[in-house]
């Protein structure tokens, strides 16, 4: 019986990592994304998110409830240490221990990064049209320029190693085969999401006049 609730916890961990938290991630990067094109391209999405109906109720039920339990639940798994990768190589041992850091470092930079923007703005010290000049003057210290940069970094390594673990527990990659090619496609999103992220850090920090930028 408790096992049963243990494979159950495990399996609900897994798929939240991926839906809706990694969806999530993806669509967050996206909308940050649109910094590089200057503040009033980034203000535009974040209105249109603002926009969408229902959005604390959806915002506590798919994003801060699943965050929640993936974190309490991955702290736990993360301070068991059961190694029973005995299995793999020395590669994915390396991985599976990096999923594991990469998940404590995440969560004290998403805890840190929600009080810093989503806590202010429910408490109304900050207001959404003020969310650019916000994350410039956050970025504008060295350390907390750095501070994010690990933070994203982890949060996206965690996410695409953690699509590789996904495959296989869900029985989608089973030979060594795909579970090679597996790694090389979980890669590439690591790379393409960690320099989509990359880009608007740096947009937010050294923002560029758009209207000056295109003239001649
Ligand atoms: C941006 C937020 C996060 C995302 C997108 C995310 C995503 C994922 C994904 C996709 C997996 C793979 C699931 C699987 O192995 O089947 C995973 C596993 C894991 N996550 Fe997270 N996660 C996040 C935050 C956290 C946090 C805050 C912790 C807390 C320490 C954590 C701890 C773990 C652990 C320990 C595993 C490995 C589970 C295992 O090997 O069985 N994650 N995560």
Same mark, same amino acid.
């Given at each position: 019986?408790?096992?049963?609730?243990?494979f159950?916890?495990r399996k609900?961990?897994?798929?939240?990592?991926?839906?809706?938290?990694?969806?999530?991630?993806?669509?967050?990067?996206?909308?940050?994304?649109y910094?590089?094109r200057g503040? %009033? %391209?980034? =203000?535009d999405?974040?209105? /249109?998110?603002?926009?969408?109906?229902?959005?604390?109720l959806?915002e506590?039920?798919?994003?801060?409830?699943?965050l929640?339990?993936?974190?309490?639940?991955?702290?736990?798994?993360?301070f068991?240490?059961?190694?029973n990768?005995?299995?793999?190589?020395?590669?994915?041992?390396?991985?599976?221990?990096?999923?594991?850091?990469?998940?404590?470092?995440?969560?004290?930079?998403?805890?840190?990064?929600?009080?810093?923007?989503?806590?202010?703005?429910?408490?109304?010290?900050?207001?959404a049209?003020? =969310?650019?000049?916000?994350?410039?003057?956050?970025?504008?210290?060295?350390?907390?320029?750095?501070?994010?940069?690990?933070?994203?970094?982890?949060?996206?390594?965690?996410?695409?190693?953690?699509?590789?673990?996904?495959?296989?527990s869900?029985?989608?990659? /089973?030979?060594?085969?795909?579970?090679?090619?597996?790694?090389?496609?979980?890669?590439?999103? !690591?790379?393409?999401?960690?320099?989509?992220?990359?880009?608007?850090?740096?947009? !937010?920090?050294?923002?560029?006049?758009?209207?000056? %930028?295109?003239?001649?």
């Open positions: 019986m408790a096992n049963h609730r243990h159950f916890n609900l961990h897994s798929l939240l990592g991926v839906v809706p938290i990694g969806a999530f991630l993806f669509i967050h990067l996206l909308t940050n994304y910094a590089t503040e %009033a %391209a980034f =203000l999405r974040v209105k /249109i998110m603002e926009g969408l109906p229902f959005l604390a959806v506590l039920v798919f994003i801060f409830l699943p929640l339990y993936h974190a309490i639940f991955g702290l736990y798994i993360a068991q240490a059961k190694n990768v005995g299995n793999y190589g020395y590669f994915r041992n390396v991985m599976f221990m990096l999923q594991r850091v990469t998940g404590v470092i995440t969560l004290i930079f998403v805890a840190w990064h929600v009080w810093e923007t989503k806590i202010q703005l429910v408490m109304g010290t900050t207001q049209t003020g =969310l650019f000049k916000l994350m410039n003057e956050i970025l504008a210290s060295p350390f907390m320029l750095a501070f994010y940069i690990v933070g994203l970094l982890s949060a996206v390594f965690h996410f695409s190693n953690g699509l590789w673990s996904f495959a296989v869900w029985g989608i990659t /089973i030979g060594p085969r795909s579970q090679r090619i597996s790694t090389y496609v979980t890669m590439v999103i !690591f790379v393409l999401m960690s320099v989509m992220g990359l880009m608007a850090l740096f947009a !937010f920090a050294h923002p560029v006049d758009v209207a000056q %930028a295109i003239q001649p």
